[in-house]
């Protein structure tokens, strides 16, 4: 069974940048399809970036492109997100996202592992 | 960009009905995934594409999807399905995520 397990709440000043990590367990990296999702407070699920399941590539939001930077480190199974020149509307938290039912064929155009998210604050 | 349109808020009384729609262009020819989330907790699958339920997810859950319409229903609604619920596509190499749904248990 795989078990996404992310890093603690950071805390963060205006233009700063922030990483995010994810460790995979029960499963290796290089198998994973991850994904990227925040949520700012009181608002919705927003996809950051991830696999592009046409290409096997890794893909970013119109939005972030430019900001983000998305990474994995197969030798400890770890994936990494790195958003840059931090505002006060990036406070939100950071999930990574995976699919893993590879019953079916289709298993990674949605996520159905999910990390517990992790708190990431930006304030001066 | 694809936009997915969900109504705010569903209410429901408990042991009834609950429908959630989730609008979009021709959705009908997506396959569109559906989340629960509960406060302070991640997201959890209760249907993938269309109307299929993941293991663990109660046969309560089901989903359709056609035209320009997707909808979970909930049906015998508890308590415990009080939370946010998302749907979700894949389009033009993006992941796009509907609005979001409350839905109140009464």
């Known amino acids: 069974q795989v078990q996404l397990v992310q890093s603690g709440a950071e805390v963060k000043k205006p233009g700063a940048s922030v990483k995010v990590s994810c460790k995979v367990s029960g499963y290796t990296l290089t198998e994973l399809s991850m994904h990227w999702v925040r949520q700012a407070p009181g608002k919705g699920l927003e996809w950051m970036g991830g696999?592009?399941?046409?290409?096997?590539?890794?893909i970013y939001a119109q939005k972030f492109q430019g900001r983000v930077t998305m990474t994995e480190d197969t030798s400890t199974d770890t994936a990494y997100m790195e958003l840059s020149s931090l505002r006060s509307e990036d406070t939100a938290v950071y999930y990574c996202a995976t699919g893993t039912n590879w019953n079916d064929r289709y298993y990674y155009y949605y996520m159905d592992v999910w990390g517990k998210g992790t708190t990431v604050t930006v304030s001066s | 960009s694809y936009e997915l349109t969900q109504p705010l808020s569903v209410s429901v009384a408990l042991g009834q009905t609950a429908r959630i729609t989730c609008g979009g262009n021709?959705?009908?020819?997506?396959?569109v995934h559906w989340y629960q989330q509960k406060p302070g907790q991640a997201p959890v699958l209760v249907i993938y594409?269309?109307?299929n339920r993941p293991s663990g997810i109660p046969e309560r859950f089901s989903g359709s999807n056609s035209g320009n319409t997707a909808t979970l229903t909930i049906s015998r609604a508890q308590a415990g399905d009080e939370a946010d619920y998302y749907c979700q596509v894949w389009d033009s190499s993006t992941y796009v995520f509907g609005t979001g749904t409350k839905v109140t248990v009464l």
């Open positions: 696999f592009d399941p046409e290409d096997g590539e890794t």
């Open positions: 594409r269309d109307s």
């Open positions: 021709n959705i009908g020819s997506k396959n």
